[in-house]
């Protein structure tokens, strides 16, 4: 039984920086919580929902019995807003601050932890080293932070794709092609992903594995899903627009995460701005970001800010959302996570 479906929660909506309407999403237990609010952040083209897969206990579930008074955070990515173009550096700048400053608001504690995965790691993180998130006292982030290292088919990919999808004007990719009819390009994307990747028979998470990684399958291990997930994740993923491609190209030959000038000053990692402590979790099996993201991002860490408490994880049988919705995260990775949010 997924045991948040029971929880009772509150929609508290906000408006980010440049009017965009998000959302967070306010998660209550059977006990009023002893430790201070956690935010979790989703990660590129799905939405806050991702932490809350149908497996018997959920991160969402853990944190509220450790005491944790939990939010999550619907950004610019999420897949129930419109499609649109966005960068990171938005992200950065104009939706997770807000997301914070509303949590403060609403609980009256400016001490504010966060769980943070993928693209809502690094735009977090960017966030984080830019000065904007003065009341987040503990990151935990899963897969890549603040120096994206892709696999070398990935940055290929990108590479050839990008600008012949631009050429054609198609503005995003969508896994949720695979769930019905569709025409055109995608309908040719969707059949040559389906002669490639002959691991499953679920034509979302082929398509999955196409968009985001170069694995069999990209994202996680379906050894360590069981079948419930596994169906449920076909309704989970959507679009994405190329501009995010592009950035993590530009990133992946910088070896950094590099902003668009928009709206993060371009030289923001020269001197983070941040006192917070970071917790990296990196899965050895992750084929979307290589754990040598994390390690970079740590060795960065340990010698550009004024803090030796940052701790990296790798985990050797885990990739990228398994981690938090495989079958066995519960006890092999909701501890850890929980003990890092619990130490400042």
């Not at 430790?35 to 509220?64: K, S």
């Not at 996680?220 to 169906?231: K, M, P, S, V």
Request: proline letters at 6%.
């Amino acid at each position: 039984m997924n045991v948040i479906s029971e929880r009772a929660e509150e929609i508290v909506e906000f408006r980010s920086g440049d009017g965009l309407e998000c959302q967070l999403i306010h998660v209550f237990g059977s006990r009023p919580p002893v430790h201070g609010p956690v935010v979790l952040v989703h990660g590129a083209g799905v939405r806050a929902n991702i932490f809350r897969a149908p497996v018997r206990e959920t991160l969402v579930d853990y944190l509220l019995a450790d005491g944790w008074d939990v939010w999550l955070e619907n950004w610019r990515a999420c897949i129930d807003l419109e499609p649109r173009e966005w960068t990171l550096d938005q992200a950065a700048a104009y939706d997770h601050p807000r997301a914070v400053e509303k949590i403060v608001e609403r609980t009256g504690s400016d001490d504010v932890r966060a769980v943070i995965h993928c693209q809502g790691s690094t735009s977090f993180a960017m966030a984080a080293a830019a000065g904007l998130l003065p009341q987040v006292r503990v990151v935990v982030s899963n897969a890549v932070s603040l120096h994206p290292v892709i696999p070398r088919w990935s940055h290929f990919k990108l590479r050839a794709a990008v600008p012949f999808l631009r050429s054609v004007n198609l503005l995003y990719l969508d896994p949720s092609w695979g769930n019905g009819p569709v025409t055109g390009l995608p309908r040719l994307i969707r059949t040559a992903v389906d002669v490639v990747h002959r691991e499953c028979e679920n034509d979302v998470c082929k398509l999955v594995s196409f968009t985001y990684g170069a694995g069999f399958p990209a994202l996680w291990d379906h050894r360590l899903l069981d079948d419930a997930t596994h169906e449920w994740l076909r309704h989970e993923f959507g679009w994405v627009p190329l501009s995010f491609f592009e950035q993590i190209l530009r990133s992946d030959d910088a070896g950094r995460l590099v902003p668009t000038a928009e709206a993060i000053p371009l030289d923001y990692l020269s001197a983070p701005r941040t006192s917070a402590r970071f917790a990296l979790l990196a899965g050895a099996q992750n084929h979307c970001f290589l754990p040598e993201s994390q390690q970079r991002t740590f060795a960065y860490l340990r010698e550009n800010t004024d803090r030796s408490d940052h701790t990296l994880h790798l985990l050797p049988e885990y990739g990228h959302l398994d981690v938090f919705m495989g079958r066995y995260a519960a006890t092999d990775i909701f501890p850890l996570i929980a003990r890092e949010l619990a130490t400042a």
